[in-house]
Nanobody, 127 residues
């Protein structure tokens, strides 16, 4: 059974930083692209960052480019999302998700959907 477990959410003031973690189990990193999606109140879920370790590629949505960084640990057991310069627009539930590596270029646009999802972690940015 594949599971994706997120942690690291919380409340922070605008301009601050948070680091989210995603620990997958039941899947191999190099067979999948693993990413972060978020859903703001009243809005659709959107893909914001993705990493494909097999291809050495990362993908970012324009809304987070330059502020957020996706990475893995050396053991490829955890995916991190470092979020800097947070704004109130970043408030939402953040989900870790995975899709087969062959579809990594769709990891944040959602063309084929994501195969696996975590349960999400709340991020609240206050002004």
């Amino acid at each position: 059974e594949v599971m994706l477990v997120e942690s690291g959410g919380g409340s922070v003031q605008a301009g601050g930083s948070l680091r989210l973690s995603c620990t997958p189990s039941g899947l191999f990193f190099d067979d999948n692209a693993i990413g972060w999606w978020r859903q703001a109140p009243g809005k659709d879920r959107e893909g914001i960052a993705c990493i494909s370790t097999a291809e050495g590629l990362t993908f970012y949505a324009d809304s987070v480019k330059g502020r957020f960084t996706i990475s893995t640990d050396a053991n490829k057991s955890t995916v991190f999302l470092q979020m800097n310069a947070l704004t109130t627009e970043d408030t939402g539930v953040y989900y870790c998700a995975a899709i087969e590596a062959d579809y990594s270029d769709t990891c944040i646009d959602g063309t084929y959907g994501m195969t696996y999802w975590g349960k999400g972690t709340q991020v609240t940015v206050s002004s």
